[in-house]
């Protein structure tokens, strides 16, 4: 008897051959779903990657709106909008007191310019900001490098000005202190060259400036602070909080931030939960599509599906074949279309977030795992997808009489 | 050859098909038994309802009306699951059209019927499967795709695919209606063997009068009812 080889999967690999049996349409097969897969993933990946930046770039942008007292100097030209070095005090409980609805986060400053803290050259003018670590989001969110450690008591971080290395010893009113972290550049004075610590910090030092310059400020004056730094609650509107905020309290100047920017927080928030909307809707679309040309499938093979019917094929056999085939289809689609999807992510890094990214705008990537993780559940889903469109077509099919396939009448 | 004991038994069998034009009976109330071992031949006219009444004896059909025992069981009381393990066990079919899957080897589409009943392992099904190629003389052709074979060695393959599982009743719808007549008589020869030999039953429907002649039993049908 002659040698001969034998197969490892037979009825499963019936399937690839079918496939493999229309070329041509199997081709436009799965550069439909590679091409609705690789806009998933495109998108997903942008999508988790403009939220990120987002999340981060939008708390740089600082606060919505800002309190100081009524007399205090402010810079309304500047994009981020920060408190001045000013003697005007407002009280620390005042927000709290107040309980406005509109207010999202709100983050007290104190502001102190000195020339006399033993800091840089004689004389050299220095904004210390004193702020909650608890409650700040206009400050922390700049930090592009730091102490690989935890923040402990005598830390300091730098605006990015300063040309100083993280972990340098510097004094300040003769107490020591540790460069923890330094500020991205955000091109406003005060934020730029200012150092900045922990409000509890900022108050130790009150004792030896009081020493070394015969007062203590008014705003390291225990319950006082320069300012509050506030970010509006989801849906409430810039001109209703300043209302609010002028009927109930009295001595204080609001100061409005980037109404424009604001609106296209809350704009691009609204856009992502409709693109969400578009991706469900591609994959229902690719299940129709599946579906319509399945159907067409079985209807052509039903001569061959009634004979594996007839030499003793299961319904569950015949059923299994068909989704098979489209999951093999469908995943071969999905896993093009993440590879193309890489490939245009590689485009976008080259062109759209080189120059965002030029332009001073941040872009965070989604991490690697992440994005394998994105690339995994846009395969599955193709597939799934596959499963999904070709099940009703292959169910059909598995219930009609082998002869009635056969006959062509199934 | 009889073994004693009833292969077929079908009263009152009957099936209409619902067209645009109205019910069409194709088979009308047929009574027919058959004992085991023997060879049956169904002669008739083409469209006179032969191989619809083969299509309902092989469970390949749902006869409208009428009872059928194959082989002891009411095969149409049966569900999907226990109906697909009858056809695949208990009956060989021969069909009238090339009915090879074009992409498989001559071997592999005659394992398919064991692969799909798992009945044994899959190396033991090959074994079986080349055995029943060599004994019906085809035992250089393992590899070769129907495309490269004639019509007579893809019948005597269909015929391997049939006696895989080592059926109890073959069931040969016009075996031969596209073959020379050397080849057609080849086939019938070794459908009658099996018959003798392996003691399975045949039944042939064909329209040939002459393969029909060597049948133990003829039964002549004639638009959908038996001719007396």
């Given at each position: 008897?002659?040698?001969?080889s034998?197969?490892?999967w037979?009825?499963?690999?019936?399937?690839?051959?079918?496939?493999?049996?229309?070329k041509?349409r199997?081709?436009?097969?799965?550069?439909?779903?590679?091409?609705?897969?690789?806009?998933?993933?495109t998108g997903?990946?942008?999508?988790?990657?403009?939220e990120t930046?987002?999340?981060?770039?939008?708390?740089r942008?600082?606060?919505?709106?800002?309190v100081?007292?009524?007399?205090?100097l402010?810079n309304?030209t500047?994009?981020?909008?920060t408190?001045?070095?000013t003697?005007?005090?407002?009280?620390?409980d005042l927000?709290?007191r107040a309980q406005?609805?509109?207010?999202?986060?709100a983050a007290?400053q104190r502001?102190?310019?000195?020339?006399?803290?033993?800091f840089g050259g004689?004389?050299e003018?220095v904004?210390?900001?004193?702020?909650?670590?608890?409650r700040?989001?206009?400050?922390?969110?700049?930090?592009?490098?730091?102490l690989s450690?935890?923040t402990?008591?005598g830390?300091?971080?730098?605006?990015?000005a300063?040309?100083?290395?993280?972990?340098?010893?510097i004094?300040l009113?003769?107490k020591?202190?540790?460069?923890?972290a330094?500020?991205?550049?955000?091109?406003?004075g005060?934020?730029?060259?200012?150092?900045?610590?922990?409000?509890?910090?900022l108050l130790?030092?009150?004792?030896?400036?009081?020493?070394q310059t015969g007062?203590t400020p008014p705003?390291?004056?225990?319950?006082k602070?320069?300012?509050?730094?506030i970010?509006?609650?989801?849906?409430?509107?810039?001109?209703?909080?300043?209302?609010?905020l002028?009927?109930h309290?009295?001595?204080?100047?609001?100061?409005?931030?980037?109404?424009l920017?604001?609106?296209?927080?809350?704009?691009?928030?609204a856009?992502l939960?409709?693109?969400v909307?578009?991706?469900?809707?591609m994959?229902?679309s690719?299940?129709?599509?599946?579906?319509v040309?399945?159907s067409?499938?079985?209807t052509e093979?039903r001569?061959?599906l009634?004979?594996?019917?007839a030499?003793g094929?299961k319904?569950t056999?015949?059923?299994?074949?068909?989704?098979?085939e489209?999951?093999?289809?469908?995943?071969i689609?999905g896993l093009?279309?993440?590879v193309?999807?890489?490939?245009l992510?590689?485009?976008?890094?080259?062109?759209l977030v080189?120059?965002?990214t030029?332009?001073?705008?941040?872009?965070?990537?989604?991490?690697?795992t992440?994005?394998?993780?994105?690339?995994?559940?846009?395969?599955s889903g193709?597939?799934?997808t596959?499963?999904?469109?070709?099940?009703a077509?292959?169910?059909?099919?598995s219930?009609?009489?082998?002869?009635?396939?056969?006959r062509?009448?199934? | 050859?009889?073994?004693?004991?009833e292969?077929?038994?079908?009263?009152?069998l009957?099936?209409?098909?619902?067209?645009?034009?109205?019910?069409v009976?194709?088979?009308?109330?047929?009574?027919?038994?058959?004992s085991?071992?023997?060879?049956?031949a169904?002669?008739?006219?083409?469209?006179?309802?032969?191989s619809t009444?083969?299509?309902?004896?092989g469970g390949?059909?749902?006869?409208?009306?009428?009872?059928l025992?194959v082989?002891?069981?009411d095969i149409?009381?049966?569900?999907?699951?226990?109906?697909?393990?009858?056809r695949n066990?208990?009956?060989?079919?021969i069909?009238?059209?090339?009915?090879l899957?074009p992409?498989l080897?001559a071997?592999d589409?005659?394992?398919?019927p064991?692969?799909?009943?798992?009945?044994?392992?899959t190396?033991?099904s090959?074994?079986?499967?080349a055995?029943?190629?060599?004994?019906?003389g085809?035992?250089s052709?393992f590899?070769?795709?129907?495309?490269e074979?004639?019509?007579g060695e893809q019948?005597?393959?269909?015929?391997a695919r049939?006696?895989?599982?080592?059926?109890?009743?073959?069931?040969?719808?016009e075996?031969t209606s596209?073959?020379?007549?050397?080849?057609?008589?080849?086939?019938?020869?070794l459908l009658?063997?099996i018959?003798r030999?392996?003691g399975t039953?045949?039944?042939?429907?064909?329209h040939?009068l002459?393969l029909?002649s060597?049948a133990?039993?003829v039964v002549?049908?004639?638009?959908?009812?038996i001719?007396?």
């Amino acid at each position: 008897m002659r040698d001969f080889s034998i197969p490892r999967w037979l009825l499963g690999s019936l399937a690839l051959q079918n496939l493999g049996r229309r070329k041509a349409r199997t081709t436009l097969l799965v550069a439909a779903v590679a091409i609705s897969s690789a806009i998933v993933f495109t998108g997903v990946v942008m999508m988790r990657s403009i939220e990120t930046s987002m999340a981060i770039g939008f708390s740089r942008l600082g606060a919505d709106l800002m309190v100081v007292a009524q007399h205090a100097l402010t810079n309304i030209t500047a994009a981020l909008l920060t408190v001045e070095p000013t003697s005007e005090t407002l009280d620390a409980d005042l927000l709290a007191r107040a309980q406005l609805d509109g207010i999202g986060r709100a983050a007290a400053q104190r502001v102190f310019r000195t020339e006399q803290s033993d800091f840089g050259g004689q004389g050299e003018s220095v904004d210390l900001i004193g702020y909650d670590p608890e409650r700040d989001f206009t400050i922390q969110p700049w930090i592009t490098e730091r102490l690989s450690r935890p923040t402990r008591s005598g830390d300091v971080i730098l605006g990015a000005a300063r040309e100083i290395p993280l972990g340098t010893q510097i004094v300040l009113f003769g107490k020591p202190c540790q460069v923890y972290a330094k500020l991205g550049r955000s091109g406003v004075g005060t934020h730029e060259r200012g150092i900045f610590m922990p409000s509890a910090d900022l108050l130790a030092l009150a004792p030896a400036i009081k020493q070394q310059t015969g007062q203590t400020p008014p705003m390291l004056e225990p319950g006082k602070v320069s300012g509050f730094l506030i970010e509006l609650a989801p849906g409430a509107t810039e001109l209703q909080l300043r209302f609010a905020l002028l009927a109930h309290l009295s001595g204080i100047k609001v100061i409005s931030g980037g109404a424009l920017l604001t609106g296209i927080r809350q704009g691009i928030t609204a856009l992502l939960g409709g693109a969400v909307s578009l991706v469900s809707m591609m994959f229902a679309s690719t299940a129709l599509l599946v579906s319509v040309l399945f159907s067409a499938i079985v209807t052509e093979r039903r001569g061959e599906l009634g004979l594996l019917k007839a030499i003793g094929a299961k319904r569950t056999q015949i059923v299994g074949m068909v989704l098979t085939e489209a999951i093999l289809a469908t995943g071969i689609g999905g896993l093009c279309g993440v590879v193309f999807g890489m490939l245009l992510l590689r485009v976008f890094e080259h062109s759209l977030v080189y120059y965002l990214t030029e332009m001073g705008v941040p872009f965070i990537w989604l991490d690697q795992t992440n994005t394998i993780v994105v690339g995994a559940i846009c395969v599955s889903g193709a597939a799934l997808t596959g499963a999904i469109g070709a099940l009703a077509p292959a169910w059909r099919v598995s219930r009609h009489d082998p002869y009635d396939l056969i006959r062509g009448e199934g | 050859m009889s073994l004693g004991f009833e292969m077929l038994s079908c009263r009152a069998l009957r099936k209409t098909y619902q067209t645009g034009r109205g019910p069409v009976d194709a088979v009308r109330g047929i009574d027919l038994d058959m004992s085991a071992g023997r060879y049956l031949a169904v002669i008739g006219r083409s469209g006179s309802g032969k191989s619809t009444l083969m299509a309902m004896i092989g469970g390949l059909s749902h006869p409208s009306a009428g009872s059928l025992l194959v082989d002891d069981t009411d095969i149409w009381s049966l569900d999907d699951n226990a109906m697909a393990r009858f056809r695949n066990k208990r009956i060989g079919y021969i069909f009238q059209f090339a009915s090879l899957l074009p992409s498989l080897r001559a071997i592999d589409n005659v394992v398919l019927p064991a692969l799909l009943g798992r009945h044994d392992g899959t190396a033991d099904s090959y074994k079986r499967a080349a055995q029943l190629l060599t004994d019906l003389g085809l035992g250089s052709h393992f590899d070769a795709y129907p495309s490269e074979m004639s019509a007579g060695e893809q019948r005597r393959t269909v015929i391997a695919r049939a006696l895989i599982n080592d059926p109890v009743l073959l069931l040969a719808d016009e075996p031969t209606s596209d073959l020379d007549v050397e080849t057609e008589g080849d086939i019938m020869v070794l459908l009658r063997n099996i018959n003798r030999e392996r003691g399975t039953t045949l039944i042939l429907v064909t329209h040939n009068l002459a393969l029909a002649s060597e049948a133990e039993q003829v039964v002549h049908i004639a638009d959908g009812a038996i001719v007396p």
